[in-house]
């Protein structure tokens, strides 16, 4: 599979690690990831922006190793931020899951379903 990125000279430059449109070419599987919060296996959410973003990142990348993919074959993220604030801490989450790989990336601040859910992660792979 290959992607391509588009970033056209004609509107604004990307303003953090990702591209504006992300072309797949010759998939033959998609991976659509519910929203992931970051609860650890017994449902439980750990103290803090940056634990709940690990746990997030740690709980896609179990999903991606299930379905034989990898972080790499992320194309679209959406990130759920319980407040603005979050912004840093969540950079860094994604910057450390994610590395050099852009996908196409929205963050939204917006309430959460549960009291002390901080961040909740949905994505799309292809293969």
């Known amino acids: 599979m ?14 953090g690690p990702y591209t504006h449109g992300l072309e797949v070419v010759e ?9 992931t919060m970051g609860l650890d296996k017994d449902g439980r959410a750990p103290d803090g922006i940056e634990a709940q973003c690990a746990l997030a990142w740690r709980n896609i990348s179990a999903i991606l190793a299930e379905a034989g993919m990898s972080v790499r074959n992320l194309v679209k993220v959406t990130c759920y931020l319980a407040d603005r604030s979050y912004r840093e801490a969540n950079m ?8 050099d790989h852009r996908v196409a990336t929205t963050v939204i601040a917006a309430a959460l379903l549960e009291d002390g859910w901080l961040v909740e992660i949905e994505a799309i792979a292809a293969a």
């Open 92 to 99: 860094k989450a994604r910057a450390a899951a994610l590395g």
């Open 2 to 15: 290959q992607m391509k990125t588009h970033d056209p000279s004609t509107i604004f430059a990307p303003v």
């Open 27 to 35: 998939a033959r599987r998609l991976l659509f990831i519910t929203g």
